[in-house]
């Protein structure tokens, strides 16, 4: 169904290519799915709006982990504000997994307002041959922004002559932030980026299909994310390795020469059904790589589910139940003690829509009670997700947000125990007096059995001591009028 | 046409406009813009302002117009109108402030006939002219106190006589604008005058209120905010004052004396305060003088600050610490009179260093790298070691590899919490000797 968008200049985006939307309150994940594989969420909108990330702030996040790679931002000065965050960030992530840091090398084409009238192609132009003379990267990332996207600056155009002459390969990641409120869009336009510039096979070990040269084990292409840090990587990799699988891990923290060997494995596997469905069925139309998206291992059933799916198409089902059935008796030994005075602890969670649902799952495992939850977006990707959850906690409300006043709204209305958030909602959470964690903590395990641990003691820790919170919330002042907290927090959702 | 940058270090007039209004006491910003820009742009200054947060209405409260396509073929107004008519319904502020992006501006949106429609009902709404293609964080800030406190509040206040309005230190990207802000109201206050420090937790919405019947504004900038300080001057009748942030007891008892005489104390008092200021300050420096001295804690030295700190932070190295200060890079983009005026206000300081207009970190990493021992025997006739870069967090690694010391007094700051933080004025000078000094010392343990 895809396959149309491959060869195209520029990467759709989530709103035309799977019926994306970010507005919606309803009673269980039944009533979303019914709304949103009928495209009623594309048809949603806000009468009143908060700011947020954008898919460009979401690709820089990818390109940035690229190893030797400099980054070319095609807009004015402001879109680079995020990188200062995103360098020490990228530092960190490639110190973790052993890889040489080095500072963020990246250029702001500057435009300004002669820019902006006679056209900023020269100026991107003079900016591409900059980078590769001075920094002298394998992989130069030009990431278009919203102005040249309305005045029409032919980045492509652009890209495409400047590569014929320099040294690094140059990619164009086209995510202009007005094309999209759902930043989940951020991934395809990175993947588009990969798959129209860059090469993606005949590197060392591409054409050897499965076979690990090192140790012999079959190797499988593992497909991470911004949120998933190396101690999630390791836990991943030391599951496959029980199975006899040596995982790889893409596309972050990669490199030019990793990518040309990107072919030679026997599967590929997403960690995260909403992240990777457009370049894991890329990589099937033109390479024929099977490709395997469980959802997230989180949770016993979570991660259960997850090994399954990837050892089924390998012939290794048998085995992973076998590893399954061992982690589990060995963690749920360990784990039910941390959370005994906690049981019936009512439990929201926010986020990105596949862990929201993966950990109010694991919540109701650990004896919790989930009480809803706030996806940042809905897209089609989600519908396995979606039946899963509607079987599992068939009454569980739902909503799609990402916007704090609804959330303000709902903890003052649903008055949860704890709330399980994404980053960018803790200081808010926490002056509401409203003990929280972190959906999900680059630094800290969150999937397989070793995140389900740190999960429960995660949440045993945060209830150990409140007085922070309680602090904050008796002096803490919300920009929202008082009445605010007894209307209905989804009341500015609307159809258009 | 301006040329691309190296990692700036500054965001776009948008920026520098969101920071300043969520740093404001009742001011709410409203940005008509794509979804991300309020975000990102805020994301700035509350990692690279050294933690800086996201105050009452910043972060993800800011409410924006999040146009998408059909805004961008169609126009935007409808969609900000409702943006606006919700945030007054649910939002509690005394002024709200609409913000633009590049995108609404070049399809021509008319952001102030929305908000005439507002203010002609009677709704506190002001609309703030920020594409980012016309400037950057700096030129923002100076926008939106134009867009108050010339625009907003009516001409023909009454002076108010002893008060005195501070202003030039843009929040977040300069890190210690508040702690800053708070000594030099101190020391406003010190000789029996109110002072409007704006940004610092004790003021509210009145000290906007009462800014256009003050007796003095205080311009701590050389390059930003004079032609809203000569046009205030022209509405309000209120006169400016254009000065160099004092850091440490040299420049603030030259900047007090020059005050006194701005607004007309006695010189008795104002040598009063210097001198209870002095003994209080050299109380504590002469015993951190003997560490210095026996540590031989001298340096040749760089700075990498913007405009409004080059100057100060060179005087405070040469002057009290007695260093060698070879560089003063300034990083934010600079017109050719901005820069004539900063020279000036550098060479009246009397620094003796280079002054170099430049914001690539490379370009500054290749300068110190210079300044070190090169060749195989590490022998070399122009070497400058020991040597000290007082920066932002980009010059760390480069300091790292050159063996230089290295402290963050500059945006981007994140390897540091700035919270009451400021090294302007006598306290301030103790803070920057405190956090110099500490971070020679750290590396004994």
Request: aromatic share 10%; hydrophobic share 40%.
């Amino acid at each position: 169904m895809e396959g149309k968008y491959y060869g195209q200049k520029a990467p759709p985006v989530r709103e035309n290519r799977l019926n994306a939307g970010d507005g919606f309150a309803g009673k269980c994940c039944a009533s979303l799915l019914e709304s949103g594989r009928g495209g009623l969420l594309t048809q949603t909108c806000r009468d009143f709006w908060q700011g947020n990330a954008c898919q460009m702030s979401l690709t820089l996040m990818m390109a940035t982990t690229i190893e030797k790679a400099a980054i070319v931002l095609h807009g004015p000065v402001g879109c680079g504000s995020n990188m200062h965050n995103l360098g020490p960030a990228v530092h960190k992530g490639k110190k973790c997994r052993g890889l040489v840091p080095a500072p963020l090398r990246w250029l702001s084409t500057n435009l300004t307002e002669g820019d902006i009238i006679g056209g900023g192609e020269a100026k991107l132009m003079e900016a591409i041959l900059y980078a590769d003379r001075e920094f002298r990267p394998e992989i130069i990332f030009v990431v278009s922004t919203c102005a040249p996207s309305v005045i029409g600056d032919d980045a492509d155009e652009i890209v495409t002559r400047a590569g014929a002459g320099t040294r690094a390969r140059v990619v164009l990641l086209d995510c202009p932030g007005f094309k999209s409120r759902v930043v989940a869009s951020a991934y395809d336009a990175f993947y588009h980026g990969l798959i129209r510039y860059l090469p993606l096979e005949g590197g060392p070990g591409a054409g050897k299909k499965g076979l690990g040269p090192a140790d012999g084990a079959r190797a499988v292409n593992v497909f991470n994310s911004t949120s998933i840090g190396q101690v999630d990587e390791a836990e991943i990799a030391r599951l496959l390795g029980e199975l006899g699988l040596r995982a790889r891990f893409y596309a972050e923290y990669s490199n030019a020469g990793k990518f040309r060997g990107l072919t030679g494995a026997a599967l590929n596997v997403s960690l995260c059904d909403i992240h990777d469905d457009y370049m894991l069925g890329f990589l099937w139309q033109r390479f024929g790589m099977p490709y395997v998206m469980g959802g997230m291992p989180i949770g016993y059933g979570g991660t259960r589910g997850w090994l399954e799916s990837v050892a089924g198409p390998l012939g290794l089902g048998r085995e992973a139940g076998e590893v399954a059935d061992r982690e589990e008796g060995r963690l749920r030994a360990t784990v039910e003690p941390l959370l005994a005075g906690l049981r019936g602890k009512r439990v929201l969670s926010v986020g990105g829509i596949a862990r929201v649902m993966a950990v109010s799952m694991a919540l109701k495992e650990l004896g919790l009670e989930p009480i809803g939850f706030h996806a940042y977006h809905y897209d089609d990707t989600a519908i396995p997700l979606l039946e899963r959850t509607q079987a599992e906690l068939p009454d569980l409300p739902v909503a799609v947000s990402s916007q704090d006043f609804e959330l303000f709204g709902a903890v003052r209305k649903f008055g949860p125990d704890l709330v399980i958030s994404h980053s960018g909602t803790q200081g808010l959470l926490a002056k509401m007096g409203v003990p929280a964690i972190q959906l999900y903590d680059v630094d800290r395990p969150c999937l397989g059995y070793k995140g389900l641990h740190s999960l429960a003691k995660r949440i045993a820790f945060a209830f150990a001591n409140v007085s922070f919170q309680k602090r904050l919330a008796a002096k803490a002042r919300f920009p929202y009028n008082k009445e605010w907290p007894k209307h209905d927090p989804y009341g500015h959702i609307k159809t258009t | 046409m301006e040329s691309f940058i190296e990692s700036p270090r500054f965001s776009c007039a948008l920026g520098g406009a969101i920071a300043t209004v969520t740093s404001l006491p009742g001011v709410i910003p409203i940005v008509h813009a794509a979804m991300g820009c309020a975000g990102n742009l805020n994301s700035a200054v509350y990692f690279g302002g050294g933690y800086l947060g996201d105050g009452y209405c910043g972060g993800g409260h800011i409410p924006t117009s999040a146009v998408t396509e059909s805004e961008i073929v169609f126009g935007g107004a409808k969609r900000l109108e409702s943006e606006i008519g919700n945030a007054l319904g649910l939002i509690e502020g005394r002024l709200f402030v609409v913000l633009t992006g590049c995108m609404v501006e070049i399809i021509g949106d008319d952001a102030l006939a929305c908000v005439k429609t507002f203010r002609d009902g009677g709704s506190p709404v002001i609309s703030v002219s920020t594409p980012s293609f016309t400037g950057h964080s700096y030129g923002g800030y100076e926008l939106v106190l134009e867009g108050i406190f010339n625009d907003y509040f009516p001409a023909g206040r009454k002076k108010a006589g002893k008060l005195v309005n501070l202003f030039g230190l843009v929040p977040g990207y300069d890190p210690f604008f508040r702690g800053d802000l708070a000594e030099m109201g101190r020391l406003v206050r010190a000789l029996g005058f109110s002072a409007n420090t704006f940004f610092t937790p004790d003021q509210d919405f009145r000290n906007l209120e009462s800014a256009p019947g003050a007796a003095l504004n205080v311009l701590f900038s050389p390059a930003w905010g004079l032609g809203f300080a000569k046009r205030f001057e022209a509405l309000h009748g209120t006169p400016y004052w254009v000065t160099n942030l004092p850091i440490g007891a040299a420049a603030t008892d030259l900047f007090l004396k020059e005050l006194g005489r701005k607004l007309n104390v006695s010189q008795k008092k104002v040598e009063n305060l210097i001198d209870d200021e002095n003994k209080n300050y050299y109380g504590y420096f002469l015993r951190t003088a003997d560490v210095i001295a026996e540590s031989d804690y001298k340096f040749y030295a760089a700075t990498v600050t913007d405009s409004a700190y080059a100057a100060p932070l060179g005087f405070f190295l040469q002057e009290e610490l007695g260093w060698v200060v070879t560089d003063s890079f300034v990083t934010e983009g600079l017109s050719e009179g901005q820069r004539l005026a900063v020279g000036s206000a550098y060479g009246a300081s009397g620094l003796g260093g280079r002054l170099a207009f430049e914001t690539g970190a490379s370009q500054i990493a290749k300068r110190i790298a210079g300044y070190q021992p090169k060749g195989k025997r590490g022998s070399v006739f122009d070497e400058r070691v020991p040597f000290f870069v007082l920066g932002s967090a980009l010059e760390k690694s480069p300091c790292l590899k050159a063996k230089a010391k290295h402290l963050s007094v500059s945006y981007p700051l994140y390897d540091r919490l700035i919270v009451t933080a400021g090294y302007a004025g006598y306290r301030g000078g103790l803070r920057l000797l405190e956090d110099v000094v500490s971070s020679l010392v750290s590396a004994k343990a």
